[in-house]
C-alpha cells in the first residue's frame, strides 16, 4: 500500500514510532494500545476530542486535535482508517516525506501474526454480534483474549480488550478487502450477501472475496461456514482446509436440537458431530441469534474449549450495544434501538419483533445507511420495512458517499403505504412523540445517527 518498500510487521517493533491517523476510532484507538504494549512509541490525531482520547492521553499517547502534517513530528510510520484519504494532509504529508502509510487492517494482521489463536469472525451481518458471543466463551474460559469489536460490549465496557493470552479475536469486514489483510486461524462465514456494491461489482465478486478470506486459513486451522446460506457454502465449495459447517435448516455439523422457548429466549442443546458439546440458554431474542450462538460455539469448539465456557458465555450475553438494545420507555411505549442496515438484517430483526406478543403496535424509525445501498437494494428495503405498522423514515446517512444518484428517503416513503418522511433528526422524534402509544415497540435502526432521534424522544419525558 502507499508503494511502501517493507512490509507493516518491519515496523511493528519496539522503539518504532507509530503515528495512527484517527486514533480515537473503535478499532484504532484498541490498536494504539496494542502497538504501545509491544513496545512501540506511539501518537496520533483525531478531528474531535472525546473520552477515547482522554482514555489514550491517560495512558501516556499523545494526541492532536485536526489533523495538520506537523502532527506527524519524527514518526517512523504512519496508520490510517479507511475512512481517511489521500487528500488528509497528514498522509499527503507522509507521502512527501517518504514516511510509509499502511492502513489499519495491515496492522491488526501483523499483530495478528504473534498469537497462536486468531479468531476472525466474518459475514454480510451478525459480525459484531457474533464475536460478542465468542468474546463471552473466551472470558469465560479464562483465555484472556485480545479482543476487536466492531461495537461497544457491557462486558468489557468498550468494544475491545487487551489481554495476554494465546486469542485473539477480530470482527472482520469485508468492505475494501480489508479482511484480507488478516491472518486467521480460525475463519468464521456468516453469511454472504449482497452489500458494499460501490466497491464490490456483484454477489460473486462478494463470494470471490470471501473465498480468499477463506484460503487465509493455514492447513492446520479451520473455517466455519453457514450451511444454511447458499452464498456462503458456494464460497467454500472445494475448499482444501478443514470446513465444519453450522445450522438449523440443513445438516450441518454443528446444529441445535431440542430447540424452544423459555421465557421468551431460545434454548437447545449443541449438537457437534452428533454429540451434544452444549446446552445454550440465550437472553437474546431470535432465529438469526440462534445462529449466531452456533457459529461462537463451532468456533470455540475447533479451537478446544469445554462446552461448559459455551454454556457460561452464552448465558451471560445479552447482547451488544445497538443490537436490539433497549433504551426506555416513553408514554407506555419501550424504545429499543439497532444497528441494521441491510434488508437481511431488517428482516431478522422485524421479524423477530414481530414474535414479541407483548407489544400492540411495531413502530420503526428508519435510516438508509449509504446512496449506492439504498438504490441498489431498493426494493429490498421496500419490501421488508413494510412489516412495520408505523414506518417513520430519516434521510439517507450519507456517511463517505456524495448523492450522485440523486436519491432520497422520500422515495422509499412513497413506495410504503403510511410511512412519513422526516429530513431531520429532529422531525424524527416530533413524528415519534406525536405517533406513540402504550404498548408500541419503537424502533430506531440503522448504521447512522438514528439512535439519537430515540434519546431525545426519551430526553424529552424526564
Given at each position: 500500500m502507499m508503494n511502501n518498500p517493507h512490509p507493516i510487521r518491519d515496523y511493528i517493533v519496539p522503539g518504532k514510532r507509530a503515528h495512527l491517523v484517527g486514533i480515537g476510532g473503535v478499532s484504532m484507538c484498541p490498536l494504539a494500545e496494542v502497538l504501545k504494549g509491544m513496545g512501540l512509541e506511539v501518537q496520533g490525531s483525531d478531528m474531535t476530542d472525546s473520552d477515547t482520547v482522554k482514555h489514550l492521553r491517560s495512558l501516556g499517547i499523545p494526541v492532536a486535535i485536526g489533523h495538520s502534517a506537523e502532527n506527524l513530528g519524527e514518526c517512523d510510520f504512519v496508520v490510517r482508517t479507511a475512512a481517511v484519504h489521500d487528500g488528509n494532509p497528514e498522509i499527503a504529508g507522509a507521502i512527501a516525506r517518504k514516511i510509509p502509510v499502511y492502513e489499519r487492517a495491515q496492522a491488526w494482521g501483523a499483530i495478528m501474526r504473534r498469537y497462536p489463536n486468531?479468531?476472525?469472525?466474518?459475514?454480510?451481518?451478525?459480525?459484531?454480534?457474533?464475536?460478542?458471543?465468542?468474546?463471552?466463551?473466551?472470558?469465560?474460559?479464562?483465555?484472556?483474549?485480545t479482543v476487536m469489536i466492531g461495537g461497544t460490549l457491557p462486558l468489557l465496557g468498550s468494544g475491545y480488550r487487551v489481554g495476554q493470552g494465546d486469542t485473539i479475536i477480530l470482527e472482520s469486514c469485508e468492505y475494501c478487502n480489508s479482511f484480507l489483510s488478516f491472518y486467521p486461524t480460525v475463519a468464521v462465514i456468516l453469511n454472504v450477501e449482497e452489500d458494499h456494491l460501490d466497491f464490490f461489482k456483484d454477489l460473486a465478486d462478494i463470494q470471490h472475496s470471501f473465498r480468499r478470506f477463506a484460503e487465509l486459513v493455514p492447513a492446520a486451522g479451520a473455517v466455519v461456514v453457514n450451511a444454511d446460506n447458499a452464498a456462503a457454502m458456494e464460497a467454500v465449495a472445494g475448499l482444501d482446509r478443514s470446513v465444519?459447517?453450522?445450522?438449523?435448516?440443513?445438516?450441518?455439523?454443528c446444529t441445535a436440537i431440542h430447540l424452544r422457548e423459555e421465557d421468551g429466549f431460545p434454548v437447545f442443546d449443541v449438537v457437534i458431530h452428533g454429540k451434544v458439546y452444549a446446552h445454550a440458554a440465550l437472553r437474546v431474542h431470535g432465529h438469526h441469534n440462534v445462529l449466531n450462538a452456533l457459529a461462537a460455539a463451532a468456533a470455540a469448539y475447533v479451537l478446544g474449549l469445554p462446552g461448559s465456557a459455551v454454556e457460561e458465555g452464552l448465558a451471560s450475553f445479552t447482547g451488544a450495544g445497538r443490537r436490539f438494545e433497549f433504551k426506555g420507555s416513553y408514554h407506555g411505549a419501550d424504545v429499543y434501538d439497532d444497528y441494521a442496515h441491510h434488508p437481511d438484517e431488517l428482516h431478522a430483526l422485524l421479524s423477530t419483533c414481530r414474535e414479541l406478543t407483548q407489544y400492540k403496535r411495531l413502530v420503526v424509525a428508519f435510516q438508509p445507511h449509504t446512496y449506492s445501498r439504498t438504490a441498489k437494494l431498493f426494493d429490498h428495503f421496500v419490501e421488508e420495512l413494510k412489516q412495520a405498522d408505523v414506518v417513520i423514515l430519516a434521510e439517507i446517512f450519507a456517511a463517505r458517499e456524495q448523492n450522485t444518484l440523486g436519491i432520497s428517503s422520500a422515495d422509499l416513503c412513497r413506495e410504503i403505504p403510511g410511512a412519513v418522511y422526516c429530513s431531520t433528526l429532529d422531525k424524527v422524534t416530533r413524528e415519534l412523540r406525536q405517533v406513540a402509544q402504550p404498548g408500541d415497540l419503537i424502533l430506531t435502526v440503522g448504521a447512522g445517527d438514528i439512535y439519537r432521534a430515540g434519546e431525545k424522544l426519551l430526553e424529552g419525558d424526564k
Open positions: 486468531a479468531l476472525c469472525v466474518a459475514g454480510t451481518h451478525g459480525k459484531t454480534t457474533t464475536t460478542s458471543m465468542c468474546t463471552h466463551i473466551f472470558m469465560a474460559a479464562e483465555k484472556d483474549p465444519l459447517t453450522f445450522g438449523l435448516d440443513y445438516p450441518a455439523d
